[in-house]
T-cell receptor, first 114, second 113 residues
Framework: AQSVTQLDSHVSVSEGTPVLLRCNYS??????LFWYVQHPNKGLQLLLK??????LVKGINGFEAEFKKSETSFHLTKPSAHMSDAAEYFC????????????FGSGTRLLVRP | EPEVTQTPSHQVTQMGQEVILRCVPI?????FYWYRQILGQKVEFLVS????????KSEIFDDQFSVERPDGSNFTLKIRSTKLEDSAMYFC???????????FGSGTRLTVV
């Protein structure tokens, strides 16, 4: 079965410093992986997705993630945090054994300090 | 850009009452889903629907829940007798048969009192 583990429940950074949100996955075959962001009391917005093309994936708002098969990781990074990046971030894997259901990680809350 | 539309955005209901949450998926999509997010927790899969029938459901999706696609556009989630623990944000989603086109609605916040 597919699963994802987000290694940090909370990450706090200063505005203008790099962001690193960590995610490890478990999959019996080449997975499709996603990062979603959820701002307070809002819906789910897709940041980026990996579907077995380039291992370095660029997303919206300056975020990117690198698929590393040897480390079973898909960490999310951004060179410089903005205040507006404060939100909950979910690492997600698609279960290709079934009806493309998505399996969400437990989430990482990003706090950006001024 | 096509959207998945959910109504209502908020619903408050009394324990034991039936509720129907409504969704209009993207018109040419083939798979339809309901997910749930209890406040402060992760998003959980409830059910998927394909070719006019349930293709997969989670342990959460017990006999109190049902889904329906009554016409060519709407996709509904019914909770027959709501419990306090059904309070959550419910997200509808659809995709065209690949993960690339996965689209979520903005959610319905259900509060059971």
């Amino acid at each position: 079965a597919q699963s994802v583990t987000q290694l940090d429940s909370h990450v706090s950074v200063s505005e203008g410093t790099p962001v690193l949100l960590r995610c490890n996955y478990s999959s019996s075959y080449s997975p499709s992986l996603f990062w979603y962001v959820q701002h307070p009391n809002k819906g789910l917005q897709l940041l980026l997705k990996y579907t077995s093309a380039a291992t370095l994936v660029k997303g919206i708002n300056g975020f990117e993630a690198e698929f590393k098969k040897s480390e079973t990781s898909f960490h999310l990074t951004k060179p410089s945090a903005h205040m507006s990046d404060a939100a909950e971030y979910f690492c997600v894997v698609s279960d290709l054994d079934s009806s493309y259901k998505l399996i969400f990680g437990s989430g990482t809350r990003l706090l950006v300090r001024p | 850009e096509p959207e998945v539309t959910q109504t209502p955005s908020h619903q408050v209901t009394q324990m034991g009452q039936e509720v129907i949450l409504r969704c209009v998926p993207i018109s040419n999509h083939l798979y339809f889903y309901w997910y749930r997010q209890i406040l402060g927790q992760k998003v959980e899969f409830l059910v998927s629907f394909y070719n006019n029938e349930i293709s997969e459901k989670s342990e959460i999706f017990d006999d109190q829940f049902s889904v329906e696609r009554p016409d060519g556009s709407n996709f509904t989630l019914k909770i027959r007798s709501t419990k306090l623990e059904d309070s959550a944000m419910y997200f509808c989603a659809s995709n065209p048969g690949t993960v690339n086109g996965y689209t979520f609605g903005s959610g319905t916040r259900l509060t059971v009192v």
